[in-house]
């Protein structure tokens, strides 16, 4: 009889209905990786942030035509049936099954783990469908489930330089410029999910991850493009990783640029690719004059992304180590403290000295 293997796939979550969105936010902005601030102060921000922004977002989700709710659990589910379908042909023997574990809304990362218990799991690989780690949501949902659930996981930490990986975003790339007619001075805008610049110099290493995965993008389309990279999503008053996506798509239309934009951190269609990439963002560009706005589908269930996660969770199912990335051991440079790797390796260090003690 094979093994019962379990994959839980983190993601970020949405909301339902758009009931929803308020008590969605206020999980997101009270989650102390999010919010660096003591308890008290935190909830309250929360609280404050949540209900301002709902309104906004509530119509924005209207927008996507999901019921006021979000596409994220559906497109989910998707790669999830096709995660199985690859794994079920790569280890035959064995039962694999895939769980979603949200992190602010249902199934909730407590919700998935319960699942896990009651399936009888003889095997867990946690796959974050976050591809470049960071503390604010890979780093996030791991200190969830290990909350949540105390028996031996296997991680995949990060997955940016993996070869099908980086392959599925030019094709998609590609297949939209195509589509767009094939213009010509064309400029090329990577967005990745923004993070305040405290995060960054924290020692999260997810801007790293980003531009040096956006390098190898840009050596893989015409030589004649222009490409770079770019963070959406800002809130509140702090200082942002930069340069602001807005800011970059109206430079690039006022300049007679014709923009194709794409989303290298996220790996669904939801409220950020549908509605501020595919609607904010275009609009600012007709007003700035671009010829031209194509954006970049997310890669859902390209069959190259299916791979690249596919291949995640076999190497991880044969690796004696608790974390791996798409490098095998450790992917960034030593300066990252926040990389899991160094947490891993201080953690034995602390294990060794208890016990020599």
Known sequence: MGRRIAVVLFNLGGPDTGDDVQPFLKNLFRDPAIIRAPLPIRWLVARIISSRRAPVVKQNYAMMDAGGGSPLLPETRLQAEALEAELARAVPGDEVRCFIAMRYWHPFTEEAAEEVKKWGADEVV????????????????????????????RTVCCYPFEEN?????????????????KPENVSLLLSAHGLPESVIKAGDPYQWQCEAMAEMIAGRVPPDWEVSVCYQSRVGPMKWIGPPTEEEVARLAEARRNILIAPIAFVSEHIETLVELGEEYRLVAEKH??????RVEAL???????????????????????????????????????CPH????????????????
Not at 165 to 180: C, L, P, R
Not at 347 to 355: D, V
């Open 126 to 153: 946690l796959l974050p469908l976050y591809p470049q780690f960071s503390t604010t949501t890979t780093g996030s949902s791991l200190t969830a489930w290990n909350k949540a659930y105390k028996k031996p996981c």
């Open 300 to 338: 859902g269930t390209h069959p190259d992304f299916i791979r690249t996660i596919s291949g995640e969770v076999l190497q991880a199912l044969g690796m004696k180590e608790q974390v791996r990335s798409c490098a095998g051991g450790r992917l960034c440079p030593s300066g990252w403290g926040g």
């Open 165 to 181: 990986f980086v392959s599925a975003h030019v094709d998609q790339i590609m297949k939209a410029w195509e589509k767009a007619g």
């Open 289 to 294: 004059g671009a010829p031209s706005y194509t």
């Open 342 to 357: 160094a947490e891993v390796k201080q953690t034995a260090g602390k294990r060794m000295t208890a016990t020599a003690s």
